[in-house]
């Protein structure tokens, strides 16, 4: 890679169902973020490549009640993120709920609260479309068959401009089962160009699917369809569903994920031109690009959205994310650095994937060592707290108080299938009450724990092979908790935490 090209991942980490819009000489990227919270995450480039998180459009999952506890395949699926008059607009399906918008007139809020569009079971994907020379507005969404029973079909609506309600029942305007060898059709992207409405959208699933294009004359169709991504003979299995831009000086560039296990769905961003037919042509002749000229845009200086993090005062920088819905007294905000988390009293201490109160962020695409400082305040027998790699599987390092008082260093793990925890490594003595924790992710997501009480770091139990939920990549998480019981049962605190490439 030299100054003049850049290389795929632009984004080496999960940042599911990207889209993508520009509003001057800014862009700005939205993405999946499922039962996490704060959810919608919002990031920032001035050139496509080098993007930087700005913050969340999404304070609560709501019905709030019904994310007081972990749902982490649920919430906010795919969402389109979009600007018009004067507004920045997304739009997204929750499987169980419908379609929801919110809006504001800046990129970083105030947000409104999320309205309804459409009710119903599995409704996914959904985006809008104003028609600048008809002043009419639209709305496309897809199908997800675990709710509805439904698809490989695209539906559509006419939509109130502003965006509250839509003006008919809808129809289906593009019928997958209807073009040979095309399934699980999903993720429509809409737009107006050249006298056309152009659907984006991939099929075949997000291990080894494609991505393809759809134009009509009208909005209901009839549309006509072509494959315009696809992985032939690159490493890129299934390039996936994301978002056209136009830079400001006419270049058109395409933002698609790529499914990569417990590493979730990183993100490439290809080269986009029209062929003679009028049609797209994404990547190198329809096929992903490793290496690329950068985009015609101001250079700008090497940046990702943050991870390493000392929390000052007692606060958490805008990587992280619970696990459910924020309740008061989670984090405490002080007067020094450190994450003052509170051993939140739980039944389900010993199950990591029904926590709430576990705070999280994403595993680094690249090999790399995650370490971080922890001291246990908490008196409590069976309060404990440490660091974690989460997903269907998880293992855990850290500390717990014991019956007796003494603090022990504990590793534990728990398979996809197993209701609780057990022993990755015996116990030992933390005298200090405190422990730098370390864990590398290697290829393959391949994770070795290792802990340092004083006297230099040691190994601890064997590999751990990070796993992915059903749709979410794997996730580093510190968190307290503490057994069911009267009164509080005190803090832990967490420092120096930082993620370095190997």
């Known amino acids: ?42 990031l920032h480039s001035r050139d496509l490549v080098n993007w930087t998180l700005v913050g969340h459009a999404l304070d609560r999952l709501e019905p709030a009640g019904e994310f007081a506890t972990p749902r982490h395949d649920c919430g906010v699926w795919a969402p389109s993120l979009r600007y018009h008059d004067e507004r920045f607009w997304i739009f997204w399906g929750d499987p169980d709920q419908g379609v929801f918008q919110i809006n504001a007139p800046q990129i970083r809020g105030p947000w409104t609260r999320p309205h309804l569009l459409k009710a119903g079971k599995g409704l996914i994907d959904p985006c809008p479309l104003w028609d600048e020379e008809t002043g009419e507005a639209y709305l496309v969404h897809a199908w997800a068959k675990s ?42 992207k809409l737009y107006r160009h050249d006298g056309w409405f152009w659907i984006l959208a991939p099929a075949g699933g997000v291990e080894t699917g494609w991505q393809g294009a759809f134009r ?28 056209w831009v136009r830079t400001p000086s006419g270049e058109d560039w395409f933002l698609h994920f790529q499914q990569r296990g417990a590493y979730g769905r990183v993100v490439h961003l290809q080269p986009m031109r029209w062929d003679a037919d009028g049609w797209p042509v994404l990547g190198g002749d329809g096929a992903p690009v490793t290496e690329h000229r950068r985009p015609d845009l101001p250079p700008q200086p090497p940046a990702a959205p943050a991870t390493d993090d000392d929390f000052p005062g007692g606060r958490y ?12 007294g989670w984090a405490t905000h002080h007067s020094g650095d450190g994450l003052r988390l509170t051993c939140v009293r739980s039944t389900d201490t010993h199950d990591l994937r029904k926590l709430p109160n576990l705070l999280t962020q994403r595993l680094p695409g690249v090999p790399s060592a995650v370490e971080a400082e922890l001291r246990l305040h908490s008196e409590e027998p069976g309060a404990r707290a440490g660091l974690a790699v989460l997903g269907d599987a998880f293992s855990w390092i850290g500390l717990q108080r014991g019956a007796d008082g003494t603090v022990h260093l504990v590793h534990r793990f728990a398979e996809g299938v197993a209701e609780r925890e057990r022993e990755a490594a015996h116990p030992c003595l933390a005298p200090q009450g405190r422990v730098r924790l370390r864990v590398e992710i290697g290829v393959g997501a391949r994770c070795r724990f290792s802990c340092d009480l004083g006297d230099g770091p040691v190994p601890s139990g064997p590999v751990f092979a990070a796993t992915p939920w059903r749709w979410v990549g794997a996730l580093l998480g510190l968190f307290a908790s503490a057994p069911v019981g009267p009164g509080h049962a005190g803090a832990a605190t967490f420092t120096q935490f930082r993620i370095t490439d190997l």
């Open 1 to 42: 890679m030299t100054s003049e090209t850049y290389r795929n991942p632009i984004l080496n980490a999960d940042w599911s169902d990207p889209d993508v819009v520009r509003v001057g000489d800014d862009f700005y990227l939205t993405a999946s973020s499922f039962g996490r919270v704060p959810g919608l995450p919002l």
């Open 147 to 188: 709710r509805s029973g439904v698809k490989n079909r695209l539906t559509g609506h006419r939509m109130r401009p502003d965006g509250t309600g839509l003006l008919d029942e809808g129809k289906v305007i593009v019928d997958g089962d209807r073009i040979p060898g095309w399934f699980t059709l999903e993720g429509p």
């Open 216 to 243: 009509s004359r009208g909005f209901f169709g009839p549309y006509e369809e072509r494959i315009v991504l696809e992985q032939k003979d690159t490493d890129v299995n299934g390039p996936h569903q994301g978002g």
């Open 317 to 328: 920088g805008r990587q992280w994310q619970w696990t459910a819905n924020l309740r008061d």
